[in-house]
């Protein structure tokens, strides 16, 4: 019989009609599941929830697809088939938005019927804006895939029965689980936990992620699935709650797993919720969200955010923590590490005995140990020295009893003895570190670490909790110190290691209060001089480490190093070699700890930098040769290189007598290879003539672009330059500023290129010197560049609330000029706006300092009037400021404006 168009018609209409019905009250449902949690519904309830509404549709669907399947066919499908949920479906832990696994189990002899069946299922769930992750299997599939699978293995160990045969689920059950499960067990948890180190490595290492990922971050709910997949594979308990009644799982611990669990599910839930889609970032915004609507607010010292995620971590660590060592239980114990522990193992110290690769305390000691604060240090500085880890049972022990052991017990010399030795290595100072903070007893020799356990820092800048800050740059500074080059070098010269380290621990620890955290850190370090019977010259060095650790970093990333007064103010501040030295090195272990590669090439040369420049002046060895002898040895290195370039003119004399014309900085802080580069394109110069030096330097992985040409090209220069490294998307880090008295201008622009890595093409860069040329000649303007190059923002995105701008004067750190400190959100075209906006002040840029945190820059600017003075007028700076800071945030706010418009736009 021939359809008739109009019945198709009618029958898509009536499917349609059904679809949005469905969709409806899908919509209702989720609506008031959204109203019940943030009325305080438990995580618990709504993933319960969800799931049963999914499986209301979903077996509701199938049941109609099989009666309309068994209408057409003589197979009895109902008896040869069945649905099975699988995955976080199949627990009954469906998040709001999270995709839905099924698959549609049968016998062979159904196989004509499955398609058929599973694609009326399938579209269904389609049409109504599932994901659906499906499968079509016999039981024999099923097997076999698990064997070569290891995702699939583990999706089905979760199968839950929805509809169809119970008999053949039961059968598959019976089998998956005789023949999969209970089959190479060791292997299969190995997999699960190298699978999951490589998501440690993807989406997190640390628990104390500022943005975690809530499912797949250290901490998160991966890990408790991972000890729940470990837990069915050994013991086959499905859930932590049959661990638990079985006894495998501790009273303790599985209600420590059900309060994180919760949490979790309860802000994953909130998360889906709030964005409309599977969203398991935690990101800034979020989290400020969501410390509200748990209840969090703010206190006088601790923001609502900053308390909501201190309970993150606590529920994450926690987890993590009893993940491993569950998963560790679950490991089967080799024949012959069963038979060594049967035999009496040596004591070592009288206390301890190596147990495998662990260090332990026998139990008939372990009371007397846990109340001893010398015999517990002593346990860690042995794990140190020997490089054994503490036996993870024992440190939850420890961890226990740390209540019950008061910080005046770890008052006492030998207590102080054995922390400086472990402060001082070798071994792993880090990691002893970290495992004595695991246990809570670092807290106990500094009471301050346990008000900073899990303190995020909601700057927009650091990556890292302040502890896990704290001990990471202990371990930076340690892995700095293995490396080729001034910074390895320096780190083993520093006789007083445990002083090092300790200031490093120390350096952040201030922060979470009212006062600014580097006074709040001078209090605390002081105090744990005397708590460690430091005598007056340590006590001077750890009070001025901590108290002014963010000095040298300010230095050398915001000042010239070359300014005579700068440098001596660093100098008379630092006052010995010893000093300095281990001031470069916590302040480039900071650095570094703030996040992945944040301490540069080019930074870590800026520190080397004024480190070499000051270290003369602290030793009493500053070279007392005058400048003109300076000058002569800079000439002679100068020709030296220029002898091996191509049609090489210059000669010494004449090299020193161009020296002369430029400031000594330039001449003192320059490589003579750029030098030489530079005097040859100054040799060249012609009137109304641009060139460009553009060089990549390997080791700090920068492009420097040097611009020559006669200050009377154009007005202007140096915001049209900067205009158009902007516009072609380059970073710039660094900018010295030369008019020379004959007229002749050499501006150098040290740049990162973000759209490579490594040396960026020939052609790119001599594409952007071409344009500096263009624009210099007025052949093109910037704005027009800028209009045709716009560029979309890339990177993570952050807290939508703007930082406000601050500028800030500074008269009093150089003799010659004026100082200009800019922190403003960072936009492309900004460093144009503000240099530009200097230009029409009637200013001049000598030197400028470039530096980004994530989304916040911080430029420095060395300025004079046109005639080359400072600027002292008290009211014309305060206009200049204003004037800066106005031009600043409208531009900001345009851009604001600009991006609402973008995003209303793709919303839409």
């Not at 209540?403 to 002893?432: C, N, Q, W, Y």
């Not at 927009?460 to 930076?476: F, I, R, W």
């Amino acid at each position: 019989m021939t359809s008739h168009p109009i019945g198709e018609t009618t029958v898509g209409l009536l499917r349609d009609a059904e679809i949005e019905a469905t969709n409806t009250a899908l919509a209702a449902q989720r609506q008031a599941l959204t109203q019940r949690l943030l009325e305080g519904a438990s995580g618990t309830e709504v993933m319960a929830a969800l799931s049963e509404l999914v499986d209301t549709v979903i077996i509701g669907r199938y049941r109609d697809a099989l009666r309309e399947a068994e209408e057409t066919t003589v197979i009895a499908g109902s008896q040869r088939c069945c649905l099975v949920a699988l995955g976080g479906y199949g627990r009954r832990e469906l998040a709001p938005f999270s995709d839905i696994d099924v698959m549609f189990l049968f016998r062979p002899e159904a196989q004509d019927v499955v398609p058929t069946l599973s694609r009326q299922v399938l579209h269904h769930l389609w049409d109504l804006g599932f994901q659906v992750g499906h499968s079509v299997r016999t039981i024999q599939d099923c097997i076999e895939l698990a064997a070569t699978d290891l995702t699939i293995r583990t999706s089905m160990m979760e199968a839950r029965f929805l509809a169809g045969s119970p008999q053949l689920f039961q059968e598959f059950h019976r089998r998956y689980l005789r023949q999969v499960v209970c089959r190479r067990t060791d292997r299969f948890i190995e997999q699960k936990t190298a699978e999951r180190r490589r998501e440690y490595e993807k989406f997190g290492e640390t628990v104390y992620l500022l943005e975690p990922n809530v499912k797949k971050s250290k901490g998160g709910l991966r890990d408790l699935h991972v000890l729940q997949w470990a837990g069915m594979a050994r013991f086959q308990a499905p859930t932590i709650q049959d661990l638990a009644d079985r006894g495998i799982l501790s009273r303790k611990d599985y209600l420590a797993l059900v309060e994180a669990r919760e949490f979790l599910w309860r802000v994953r839930a909130m998360l889906h919720f709030h964005a409309g889609r599977a969203q398991e970032i935690l990101t800034f915004d979020e989290q400020i969200r969501l410390a509200s609507q748990f209840g969090f607010r703010d206190r006088p010292h601790l923001l609502a955010v900053e308390q909501f995620m201190q309970q993150y971590y606590r529920h994450t660590m926690g987890l993590h923590e009893t993940c491993v060592r569950f998963v560790g239980r679950c490991r089967t114990v080799l024949v012959w590490r069963r038979l060594v522990r049967l035999l009496p193992a040596p004591k070592v110290d009288g206390y301890f005995i190596v147990r495998g690769p662990h260090i332990t305390v026998p139990v008939e000691l372990r009371n007397r140990v846990l109340g001893s604060p010398e015999l517990l240090l002593r346990l860690f500085d042995l794990s140190q020295s020997r490089r054994l880890p503490i036996d993870t049972d024992l440190l939850d022990e420890i961890y226990r009893s740390m209540d019950a052991v008061s910080e005046e017990a770890f008052r006492t010399p030998e207590v102080s003895r054995v922390f400086r030795k472990i402060l001082s290595g070798p071994g792993s100072v880090a990691g002893t570190l970290e495992a004595m903070h695991r246990a809570r007893l670092l807290e106990k020799l500094i009471p301050v670490f346990a008000t900073v356990r899990g303190l995020m820092q909601f700057n927009q800048y650091h990556k890292y909790t302040v502890d896990e800050h704290s001990l990471l740059a202990v371990a930076k500074a340690e892995a700095l110190g293995q490396e080729q080059g001034i910074l390895g070098e320096v780190y083993k010269e520093i006789r007083s290691k445990d002083i090092l380290h300790l200031a490093i621990l120390l350096h952040d620890l201030g922060k979470g209060h009212e006062q600014d955290h580097s006074e709040v850190g001078k209090a605390i370090a002081e105090e744990t001089a005397a708590r460690l019977g430091f005598d007056e010259q340590e006590t001077r060095t750890l009070i001025f480490l901590v108290h002014r650790h963010l000095l040298m970093a300010h230095t050398a990333f915001r000042r010239d190093p070359y300014d005579e007064k700068v440098l001596l103010t660093f100098a008379r501040a630092v006052a010995t070699p010893e000093v300095l030295r281990k001031l470069l090195l916590l302040t480039a272990a900071d650095i570094a700890a703030v996040g992945p590669g944040m301490l540069t090439k080019w930074k870590e040369s800026l520190l080397i930098e004024l480190y070499l420049r000051t270290l003369p002046e602290v030793s009493g060895e500053r070279d007392a040769a005058d400048v003109p002898d300076r000058l002569a040895r800079i000439a002679h290195d100068v020709a030296c290189v220029a002898a091996g370039m191509a049609e090489n003119t210059m000669d010494v004399q004449w090299i020193e007598s161009q020296l002369r014309e430029f400031p000594l900085r330039y001449a003192f802080g320059t490589a003579p290879n750029r030098i030489a580069a530079h005097l040859a394109a100054v040799r060249k110069l012609r009137e109304q003539e641009v060139l460009v030096e553009e060089h990549f330097n390997e080791v700090t992985g920068t492009c420097e672009y040097t611009v020559v040409t006669f200050d009377a090209l154009t007005p202007g220069l140096f915001s049209k330059i900067a205009g158009v490294i902007a516009a072609k998307g380059l970073q710039i880090l660094d900018a010295q500023i030369i008019t020379r008295n004959d007229g002749i201008v050499v501006d150098t622009f040290q740049v990162i290129d973000l759209d490579y890595t490594g040396s960026p093409p020939e052609e790119r860069r001599a594409s952007i010197a071409r344009t500096i040329v263009r624009i210099l000649k007025g052949e093109d303007t910037v704005e027009n560049l800028v209009e045709r190059s716009s560029r979309l923002p890339v990177g993570r995105r952050l807290p939508s609330s703007r930082q406000p701008t601050e500028v800030q004067v500074d008269n009093e750190t150089s003799d010659r000029f004026t100082i200009f400190d800019v922190f403003a959100d960072d936009r492309q075209g900004l460093l144009y706006v503000i240099t530009h906006t200097v230009f029409k002040l009637g200013l001049s840029v000598h030197a400028a300092r470039i530096s980004t945190r994530l989304d916040q820059v911080a430029d420095v600017f060395y300025v004079t009037d046109l005639s080359g003075a400072k600027i002292r007028d008290h009211a014309r700076l305060e206009v200049i400021r204003g004037t800066i800071k106005d031009a600043i945030d409208r531009f900001l706010e345009d851009k604001v404006g600009e991006q609402e418009r973008v995003s209303s736009g793709t919303s839409s």
